[in-house]
């Protein structure tokens, strides 16, 4: 059964932060949502001095066709010496005859030899035209000199408007939890908008859902405080904080074991950002809800036979000695004679038990015994020692130096008015 004072408080709670609009306190502070115009006049000049020095090796093939019309004036100057050899053969018709007709005829042969000497001139004018192309390749390397003067002006006009934008950029959280356990959850959050921030703190809804669908009604998984964490605000253009929060994952009627996802929304409440639509964040993993699955303890205190009226507290811990396991895992229950019992379930591990005085007269020395497997009950023990003397398991004053409690095996134990033994702590085991 839930306990009924813990429900009220959380409807307190609850009431006080619909109050504020489920954003969080009210914040006093003031923002700048006034427009950034930049107006931005570059002029640039480059002047660029250059050297180049030249070498050019060049290879060029000529091929080339020429036509060619000569006019030659010859003039010959001819010096002739003839040598002529003549074999003449006579034939006479008139027999001797004086007054006859000479019909000889000669028949040698002229084989003199002309030695004159050609001294003629050639006075010819070459018209020849030349259509050869040339097909050279030209390999030179160009290291010449270039000065180049450049002159740029821009002109940027731009229009922003001053004020803070929140995001979330990561969220710490463990990935499976048992029903009534306490998970930490932290949120980062950091500011990219254009004005620093004037809110202080900044609030972060943490929520489960069933539909991946952070705003729909009706779905999520019910968190005490309305899942809210706080984290420093006050952030400058482009700075970062985180905020932790613990939540007891509590068996309501709305929250079933499952997988759920996560978000986490922020809100600066009363500063305006330039962009509400990025606020929520999507966590990387789900988380796995599991059923709460324990085994029935009792822890009973009790006045020893010959000891003053004692009676005392009984608070069971986490194995971190610090969180108080939740109030529907068990709780204490007072009855007469200064009987005091814790009884509940708790899972298999191990546990810490504080003991201390209920009122400031209740020191004394008292008896302690742990069982499992029945709840509720309690029994008449005997034994203890004068409550004077600190007892035998000194020092046990915090979890660090708990004396480890048997299953079904009474100790004696004496809680004094000296501060050092206001406490003693147990460890037990289930299994």
């Not at 929140?166 to 930490?184: A, E, K, R």
């Not at 005997?382 to 398991?393: E, L, Q, V």
Request: net charge negative; charged share 20%; aromatic share 8%.
């Amino acid at each position: 059964m839930i306990n009924t004072k813990y429900l009220l408080l959380s409807l307190v709670l609850l009431t006080a932060v619909a109050g504020h609009g489920c954003k969080g306190d009210s914040i006093s502070g003031s923002f700048d949502a006034s427009t950034d115009t930049d107006t931005d006049t570059d002029t640039d000049i480059d002047t660029d001095a250059d050297t180049d020095a030249d070498t050019d090796t060049d290879t060029d093939t000529d091929t080339d066709t020429d036509t060619d019309t000569d006019t030659d004036t010859d003039t010959d100057t001819d010096a002739d010496t003839d040598t002529d050899t003549d074999t003449d053969t006579d034939t006479d018709a008139d027999a001797g005859m004086d007054g006859s007709t000479d019909t000889d005829t000669d028949t040698g042969t002229d084989t003199g030899t002309d030695t004159g000497t050609d001294t003629g001139t050639d006075t010819g004018t070459d018209t020849g035209t030349d259509t050869g192309t040339d097909t050279g390749t030209d390999t030179g390397t160009d290291t010449g000199t270039d000065t180049d003067t450049d002159t740029e002006t821009d002109t940027e006009t731009d229009t922003d408007p001053l004020l803070p934008d929140y995001i979330v950029t990561g969220l710490t959280i463990p990935t499976t939890v048992m029903m009534g356990y306490t998970i930490d959850a932290t949120p980062t959050v950091q500011n990219i908008g254009t004005l620093d921030g004037t809110v202080d703190p900044l609030w972060c809804t943490l929520i489960f859902s069933t539909d991946n669908a952070p705003d729909t009604p009706g779905d999520d998984f019910f968190l005490m405080g309305a899942g809210m964490i706080s984290v420093p605000g006050l952030l400058a253009i482009s700075a970062s904080s985180s905020g932790t929060q613990n939540f007891d994952i509590m068996p309501f009627s709305s929250n079933v074991p499952g997988t759920y996802y996560v978000f986490v929304e922020v809100s600066p409440w009363a500063e305006p950002e330039l962009d509400t639509t990025n606020n929520i964040y999507a966590h990387t993993s789900q988380i796995e809800v599991v059923a709460f699955t324990g085994t029935d303890v009792t822890i009973e205190t009790y006045p020893t036979a010959n000891a003053d009226t004692v009676r005392t507290n009984v608070t069971v811990y986490f194995n971190d000695g610090i969180t108080n396991v939740p109030f529907f895992w068990g709780a204490q229950t007072a009855k007469p004679d200064d009987y005091v019992y814790w009884a509940g379930q708790l899972p298999a591990g191990t546990w810490y038990v504080k003991v201390g005085s209920y009122m400031t007269n209740g020191y004394g020395p008292y008896s302690i015994i742990y069982y499992t497997g029945v709840s509720g009950t309690y029994t008449l023990q005997a034994g203890g020692k004068d409550h004077d003397d600190p007892d035998a398991y000194e020092p046990d004053d915090d979890a660090a130096t708990a004396t480890p409690l048997l299953d079904d095996v009474q100790q004696n134990h004496t809680i004094t008015d000296v501060p050092i033994n206001y406490y003693d702590w147990f460890e037990i085991t289930v299994i």
